[in-house]
């Protein structure tokens, strides 16, 4: 299954180089068609992503007054869960979907001529930054450290724009955690070949643009549907009924 993907794949990009006539113009063709396809599923992403973030406190609520009652206040989450569409999974999906073609690409860039190019801004896209520096120093590498620096400052942006959404508690740790991830993706476009880089930074970018123009509307509207569902809903009140106390009987 996994070989007749790349070989799919392959023939794709072959096709597309094809009729653009240049192979890294073929990879950034490839990155719009798959992005556009996941589109309606990273837009309900966000939906789930912000109604999750108005709707933690509540769990976390849920969470504090059933502390000791571990049984109970798993029930009390799944309930809450099933009555509001509660998904945590469901952000993670269009990121799997993507996962196969991102890995898929190390195989198939290995696979394509070594002449293939990026309209000779990067002699061949299956070379990666660090051979590139071992074949000709850093005036070959260049290039490819640029696509590599972008690799890594494009996996912060969307990070940053996510940031300004946390609440305050957490902006500081997503932050760490950004700038963690940046240095990684670092590291690891270092060794990878440059279709993976292209492919990486034409997705990250069309995801920045996407954060700014479509990301930020969903969220502001969901959050504001979300909390105005919860003003509707009649308010939960806890009843403790008193035991009764059998009265004293007379002396008679």
Do not use: H
């Amino acid at each position: 299954m996994w070989d007749w993907f790349i070989q799919f794949l392959t023939q794709v990009l072959e096709m597309l180089a094809g009729a653009t006539g240049d192979w890294g113009l073929a990879v950034i063709i490839l990155t719009f068609v798959i992005r556009l396809l996941i589109m309606p599923l990273m837009t309900k992403s966000t939906a789930s992503t912000a109604r999750m973030q108005v709707l933690q406190p509540k769990l976390t609520e849920i969470q504090e007054r059933y502390a000791d009652d571990p049984e109970r206040q798993m029930e009390e989450m799944r309930k809450f869960q099933a009555e509001n569409n509660f998904n945590p999974l469901s952000g993670c999906l269009p990121m799997f979907l993507q996962m196969p073609i991102f890995f898929a690409l190390f195989t198939v860039a290995r696979n394509v001529p070594a002449n293939a190019s990026f309209f000779n801004i990067l002699p061949s896209i299956s070379m990666s930054a660090s051979e590139a520096f071992a074949a000709g120093g850093i005036e070959q590498a260049i290039v490819y450290i640029l696509f590599d620096i972008a690799f890594g400052v494009l996996t912060l942006i969307p990070m940053l724009l996510n940031a300004k959404n946390t609440p305050e508690e957490q902006r500081q740790q997503s932050l760490t955690m950004g700038i963690m991830m940046s240095v990684m993706m670092l590291w690891f476009g270092w060794s990878v070949p440059a279709a993976v880089l292209l492919y990486y930074d034409t997705s990250a970018v069309w995801q920045v643009i996407q954060q700014v123009v479509v990301t930020q509307r969903v969220t502001e509207k969901v959050k504001a549907e979300t909390e105005a569902q919860f003003k509707n809903q009649p308010k939960e009140i806890n009843v403790v009924r008193r035991e009764r106390k059998p009265r004293p009987k007379k002396k008679g």
